[in-house]
């Protein structure tokens, strides 16, 4: 494996809309982005990717993008986002922003021009087909937020679009190269820019499996999930290289993808020493238990099943390339309140859990307010609920039987919205995040969970991802710590996670003791030094250790 500038470094999402408020209209925006610099730096972080912040009706909180070339005047301004680059370079910090092109907004001017005139050049930058009442739909896929992926096109009762995502996020056709053209002069302006890369957004689904075809139905309304077609559609590689050959090759720029349903042997041509993207995230745990019914029949993922997933990845990836690591993002529920068992998250679970997921091998991604120890929130009612695809599960759930209080509870626990209430800065009204009214609720812990009841404060959360931060980031442990290999140790011994980091010359032994009771663990070595403890004190007994409940360790091996 070739040797990278970001392999040492650490990476930290931002999901502008939630982050930080500088003119109080209760959006997050990027000149409250320049505000914080200095906390992510103290922190230790190098690059961070910002969430969409170009011009957007927001119908997916800015994932249904109308002008790829600005910025959302809810954002802030160019000059906004020059001030960023400028402050982050001062900082040797680097923005990656996403790149979201499966897609654009049904408000972007393709799609305007599209629906003016079908068969002009922009019909052919979507999915247009022929369609009249009463006839089947060209496939029976369902859209990720629900419903066909088929909708009328705006101005016409003979026509429909094809829109994998919600109907305000029309598919723009790849298999168009004049598509193709327009995406790269976009990407390669940013990156003239000095942005550093890009994550990529949904990518998989830019090539369809064609022609359209009804798959077996998954559910009882006759559809199936536009995933399982993408398992089947091939050459999406040939899109990749091209783009990765047009755009970030010649700017050296980081990219990571947000990669689905890969096939088996893909990962070499991904993120190999030749691969189209730098890296691509880890969503082995995050799908753990996901069912083809909906978020109502998932169960609780154990730690046993999370600590297979972890080393499943970690030797699925080997020596050819660095997965990013993370415990939840945007779209996730909060990673301690969906991975730790019911009724234990507590701040030694949460910080065995960073730790854990921190120290494998691959590029660490924490998503903000992570680093505060961050939960989900126990939404009271649907109405507190922004997200789209919250609302969809819920209605899912309604029409499988559940009762109302039913159903919220479970997509409660699931909602994308757990992660993005704004960020507590302090105790104050609001958390300090705005003096205007959020525009999604504040987690009611705020007053309890936020920054500053945390930074150089010995013991908080922040000041454990920190340390995190810099052991990973010292360059005496980099042989093991970056470029070491993870081997599994004891992996069979229950609700125990470790794993040894072993370098050429130097041996690090992770341990997370994934439960409330206490276990002991014979070591496989004797221990040089303790390099970080979750507890004061750490019991050993000739070559066994006795660890207290989610109790977390590393330790540098002779
Ligand atoms: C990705 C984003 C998600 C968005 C979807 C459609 O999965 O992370 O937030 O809803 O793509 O763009
Ligand atoms: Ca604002």
Not at 30 to 50: A, E, F, H, N, R
Not at 115 to 129: A, N, V
Not at 265 to 283: E, T
Not at 370 to 386: A, K, R, T, W
């Amino acid at each position: 494996m070739k040797k990278q500038w970001w392999h040492n470094k650490v990476a930290y999402q931002i999901y502008p809309k939630s982050f930080n408020d500088s003119n109080d209209d209760g959006i997050g925006d990027i000149p409250g982005i320049i505000q914080k610099l200095d906390y992510l730096k103290d922190l230790g972080i190098d690059i961070i990717w910002i969430s969409p912040f170009y011009c957007s009706p927001l119908a997916d909180q800015g994932y249904d993008i109308s002008d790829y070339y600005n910025i959302d005047p809810v954002f802030g301004t160019m000059d906004d986002f020059d001030d960023l680059l400028a402050e982050t370079a001062r900082r040797d910090m680097h923005v990656v922003l996403d790149l979201v092109v499966n897609h654009c907004s049904d408000e972007h001017e393709w799609f305007k021009k599209a629906c003016q005139d079908p068969d002009g050049r922009y019909g052919k930058y979507f999915y247009i087909e022929d369609w009249h009442e009463g006839e089947p739909l060209p496939c029976n896929w369902r859209s990720y937020f629900g419903g066909p992926v088929w909708d009328l096109l705006p101005g016409h009762t003979d026509k429909i679009y094809l829109h994998v995502f919600h109907k305000k996020q029309p598919d723009l056709n790849w298999e168009n190269p004049e598509v193709r053209e327009d995406v790269y002069k976009m990407i390669n302006w940013w990156l003239d820019k000095g942005v550093s890369g890009f994550r990529i957004d949904a990518i998989m689904n830019i090539k369809k499996k064609l022609p359209f075809y009804n798959m077996p139905a998954d559910r009882e309304d006759g559809m199936c999930a536009t995933s399982k077609m993408l398992e089947e559609a091939e050459g999406v590689d040939i899109f990749l290289n091209e783009m990765a050959d047009r755009t970030f090759k010649p700017h050296n720029a980081f990219s990571v993808g947000e990669v689905f349903n890969e096939k088996p042997d893909a990962l070499p041509s991904i993120i190999g020493d030749d691969g189209y993207f730098s890296s691509m995230f880890d969503f082995a745990e995050t799908i753990l238990n996901k069912t083809d019914e909906g978020w109502y029949t998932q169960q609780p993922v154990t730690p046993e099943q999370y600590k297979e997933a972890c080393f499943g990845s970690q030797k699925r990836a080997g020596n050819i390339g660095f997965l990013s690591n993370i415990i939840e993002n945007h779209d996730e529920p909060r990673g301690v309140s969906h991975y730790i068992p019911e009724g234990d998250c507590c701040d030694a679970s949460k910080k065995m859990l960073g730790g854990l997921n921190y120290m494998l091998r691959g590029l660490p991604f924490i998503y903000q307010g992570q680093e505060l120890g961050m939960e989900n929130v126990n939404f009271q009612d649907i109405s507190q609920i922004n997200d789209i695809s919250t609302l969809d599960e819920y209605q899912v759930a309604l029409d499988a039987g559940l009762s109302p209080e039913k159903a919220l509870k479970v997509v409660s626990h699931f909602s994308r919205d757990n992660a993005r209430t704004p960020i507590p800065w302090d105790d104050s009204e609001n958390g300090g995040f705005t003096k205007g009214t959020p525009w999604l609720m504040m987690n009611p812990t705020f007053k309890e969970i936020n920054a500053a009841s945390q930074v150089g404060v010995e013991g908080s959360m922040f000041e454990w991802y920190k340390e995190l931060i810099a052991l990973r980031k010292n360059p005496a442990y980099e042989d093991a710590l970056i470029y070491g290999e993870t081997v599994p140790y004891l992996p069979e011994q229950k609700n125990l996670m470790a794993y040894i980091r072993k370098g050429e010359n130097q041996k690090v032994l992770v341990i997370g003791n994934f439960q409330r009771e206490p276990q002991t663990m014979v070591l496989p070595g004797t221990v040089k030094s303790v390099l970080m403890n979750n507890l004061d004190q750490l019991s050993q007994t000739g070559d066994t250790l006795q660890l207290e409940g989610y109790q977390f360790v590393i330790l540098e091996l002779n």
